[in-house]
């Protein structure tokens, strides 16, 4: 998951190499914390929440298909 995530706001930032993932493990549920720089934020939340939304809904299915559950915190 936290390679899938990292690709995905790789691929919509300006600035990549800011990215960062941290995968904290719980007991029922995992959550990726998502760091990018300050003003690629915009980007990675979109209008209304509409990509980071598309990217939480991507993200679950691939860990329903390992039968986990994931939650995206985007982190400014």
Excluded: C, F, N, W
Aim: charged letters at 35%; hydrophobic letters at 45%.
């Amino acid at each position: 998951m936290k390679e899938l995530l990292e690709h995905i706001a790789r691929a919509l930032v300006d600035e990549p190499e800011q990215v960062e993932v941290r995968l904290l493990e719980g007991e029922r549920v995992d959550t990726l914390e998502l760091r990018v720089a300050p003003k690629d934020i915009g980007k990675v939340i979109g209008r209304q929440g509409r990509i980071v939304k598309a990217i939480r809904a991507v993200v679950s299915a691939a860990a329903a298909k390992e039968k986990k559950r994931v939650l995206v915190e985007v982190i400014s």
